[in-house]
């Protein structure tokens, strides 16, 4: 006589004859999916992640900075803007990078473009921080550094490395990248750059892309391979050929 293999009662009206090993249900046809854990702890889900293409209006936004509250389109204004992330503060590449972001200020201004940085800590450590730059860096930063202690603008700008899925701090929330997004007066976005936690950035070269776009927009020209309009280092002092 042919045995009876007994199913959860939710299971048992989807059979109606004896089976045989071969008809089981397979274990997995009764686990339910989960959402990613990642997903529970991020600020936003990603059905609400905006498409960050070029030439997309950049996410507005209203954030705590260390220069007050800001809603993001009005800080831009009529000018160009860079929008720079950081992993956490205190940490030697992200000192360094704010640092030097800090002393080429001038350069920054001469082409109409308003910093603004971001990393995933709160203001009081923020405030800390830039008197730590200062000192190490020898310089006077003044522009704003947006808190993100939850990784709202992170994951609005898509800020998030694929492996923090597995590498998340202990309140679970995954760290930010560096990232970069050069957007102009229109509020359109320009360009990006996208650096893993472990490499740190080159300012001459954020510098080299937007002379790129601004002369291709004046001129209506493409620049080539290593076209650069201003730029060289020598020593401690900065030295700035034209190169146009």
């Known amino acids: 006589m042919a045995s009876l293999h007994v199913l959860p009662r939710s299971a048992s009206c989807l059979f ?4 045989s090993t071969s008809l ?5 046809y009764l686990i339910r999916p989960t959402k990613p854990l990642l997903h529970r702890f991020l600020a936003t889900t990603t059905t609400e992640q905006p498409h960050l293409r070029l030439g997309s209006i950049a996410p507005d936004f209203t954030a705590k900075t260390t220069q007050g509250e800001i809603n993001f389109h009005e800080f831009i ?6 929008l720079f992330s950081h992993p956490a503060d205190f940490t030697p590449v992200c000192t360094t990078e704010l640092g030097a972001f800090a002393k080429l200020k001038g350069e ?20 800390r921080w830039i008197s730590d730059i200062n000192s190490i860096s020898a310089t006077n930063l003044q522009f704003p550094i947006i808190a993100d202690a939850d990784r709202k603008v992170a994951w609005l700008y898509d800020m998030i490395d694929q492996q923090d899925k597995n590498n998340t701090n202990e309140k679970g ?21 996208m650096y893993p936690a472990s490499t740190g950035r080159n ?16 001129k209506g020209v493409t620049t080539p391979i290593d076209w650069m309009q201003v730029f060289w280092w020598l020593g401690n002092e900065e030295l700035w050929i034209v190169k146009d």
């Open 203 to 218: 300012t001459t070269e954020v510098l080299r892309v937007i002379d790129s776009l601004q002369t291709g927009d004046k």
């Open 24 to 28: 089981r249900p397979h274990p997995s």
């Open 16 to 19: 109606t004859r004896p089976l």
């Open 77 to 82: 204004g009529d000018k160009w803007a860079i």
């Open 173 to 193: 929330i995954a760290f930010t990248i560096r990232s970069v997004f050069i957007i102009d007066p229109n509020k359109k976005i320009r360009l990006t750059m």
């Open 108 to 127: 920054f201004e001469k082409r109409g473009v308003k910093m603004i940085g971001l990393s995933a800590n709160d203001l009081g450590s923020h405030e």
